[in-house]
């Protein structure tokens, strides 16, 4: 089943995760788009970059380290700087 909703984008440029597509928000930027109701539109600030986990891993402490991440990197600007710090306790 599908259904149309209407997602504000705020100003600045916008990846859609599923789909990969840049998006140039503005205070009255309105996308209407249709989902699949099991759908979760979800939308990362171009130029970020996430750090995530393999679901079999177990996230790192002093005693259990996590041996693998996964750095999922959304390009599209230049006005981020990410830092990856661990921190084992």
Do not use: C, H, Q
């Amino acid at each position: 089943m599908v259904n149309t909703k209407n997602i504000w984008i705020p100003p600045g440029k916008w990846v859609e995760v599923s789909s990969s597509l840049v998006y140039d928000g503005s205070s009255d930027f309105i996308l209407n788009k249709p989902w699949d109701l099991n759908e979760v539109p979800i939308y990362v600030k171009a130029g970020s970059i996430l750090t995530r986990r393999w679901l079999d891993d177990v996230i790192g402490s002093a005693r259990s380290p996590y041996d693998n991440l996964l750095l999922e990197i959304f390009p599209g600007s230049n006005e981020n700087t990410e830092v990856l710090y661990e921190d084992d306790g």
